[in-house]
């Protein structure tokens, strides 16, 4: 059985008696379910007008839910974790907070752990759209629950980037904004160089692995694995076959997990300096 970390405890508290959670929850549940009927509507409007029901664009409902929530869950992590370390300053409680038995480590994991609380509680919401699309085929339940890993993954980066500048900022505004910016520029800045590079190549296979480091990538790599490469990207570094495209996805869920990891020490580290002066002599007993 795990240990109980007691800062998990009381952000867990506090979400359940602060009414902005749930209903943040709502309402992307109820954005992601909307997204869902209307595009099926369409679907079937169009259905009605041709006489047949081409089941492609059940797959092309299924991606569409799919970047929905992944863009929804790498918006609403980062700002969770970037006001923990930095809230505690404002608030004046870190001096508290750390003359207690409670680990700079602690206090990252505890964050960082309510934040992919908020994440899985999402996509647990998120899953009777989802179901709606399976019913129509084209994409297996085992593939939707390694889509759901991959969005946890791309998540714990996000707040591990949120915890981190967190860490780094005397404000929480501060901390915000340069996590964004951040993210951004990693999350979606290799992925634009890409098409820039097959755009100035008039249509050619882009060159640069390195942009594989980029959770969107990693993402469509694992999307394409599961219901095709859609109309994306037809062609360059991830293009291949879809069991190709599902070990480069799960390669790049093993990087995230590894940079969140690094970046959640790096926190802890910087936090740790604060305890300079706060640490409580240990108890000498003759």
Do not use: K
């Not at 590079?197 to 594989?212: C, K, Q, V």
Request: proline letters at 4%.
């Amino acid at each position: 059985m795990m240990m109980r970390n007691p800062i998990y405890e009381r952000e867990m508290w506090i979400a359940a008696g602060n009414r902005r959670s749930a209903v943040s929850v709502t309402v992307f549940a109820a954005l992601l379910s909307a997204v869902a009927f209307l595009s099926m509507l369409f679907t079937f409007h169009e259905a009605a007008q041709t006489g047949e029901l081409q089941y492609q664009s059940f797959l092309e409902i299924f991606r569409t839910l799919s970047w929905v929530e992944f863009a929804g869950i790498c918006a609403l992590i980062p700002a969770r974790t970037a006001a923990g370390i930095s809230g505690e300053r404002e608030r004046g409680t870190m001096d508290l907070v750390l003359t207690t038995p409670i680990t700079p480590m602690d206090l990252s994991v505890g964050i960082l752990q309510s934040a992919l609380s908020d994440a899985l509680e999402i996509l647990l919401c998120s899953m009777p759209p989802f179901a709606a699309v399976l019913l129509y085929g084209g994409v297996r339940f085992p593939d939707l629950l390694l889509l759901m890993a991959g969005c946890l993954a791309a998540a714990l980066f996000a707040g591990s980037l949120g915890l981190f500048f967190s860490a780094c900022s005397a404000r929480t505004s501060t901390a915000v904004a340069v996590t964004y910016a951040v993210e951004v520029l990693l999350f979606f800045g290799p992925f634009l160089i890409l098409f820039l590079s097959s755009s100035i190549r008039n249509g050619g296979t882009p060159d640069g692995f390195w942009t594989l480091l980029s959770p969107v990538s990693i993402f469509y790599a694992g999307l394409s694995a599961a219901a095709g490469s859609g109309t994306l990207l037809q062609n360059g570094v991830l293009s291949g076959s879809a069991q190709a495209l599902r070990h480069l996805f799960l390669c790049g869920i093993l990087f995230e997990c590894a940079a969140a990891l690094c970046l959640t020490y790096c926190a802890a580290r910087r936090t740790a300096r604060e305890t300079t002066g706060h640490r409580r002599a240990r108890p000498h007993f003759l």
